[in-house]
């Protein structure tokens, strides 16, 4: 599905929605700088919290998704509106590069329950 991009910079985007308004999404994927990939139903996302610093997602499974960066209000709305396809985490030398007034995400942390 082709996505349209926010905060794109030397080729990285904070994150991507549907170029099409109204795409069902059915889940939403969280990519690390390490390449590992989570991808997790909308349908089971239960809870999101915004705070400056950062979004936390809970899920009906237990899980838990942190994200922290700057500039993340779009990233929220867009994901509490079931919008988002992937949400991805720049590495240090990236998100420098990256101008102060676009979105950057620094960190994804993805708990498991235990």
Known sequence: ??????????????FAIPTVFGDYLPMVEFRLRTGHRFGFS???????????????LA???GTQVTIRGRHLLALYTALVRHQVVSVNEADEPT??????SQPVVESIQVQNPE
Request: hydrophobic residues 45%.
């Open 59 to 61: 899920f009906t499974n």
């Open 1 to 14: 599905m082709p996505a349209s991009t926010l905060g794109e910079v030397e080729g990285y985007r904070a």
């Open 95 to 100: 998100s420098l590069l990256v101008a102060e």
């Open 42 to 56: 909308y349908a089971w996302l239960t809870a999101a919290n915004f705070q400056p610093e950062g979004i936390v």
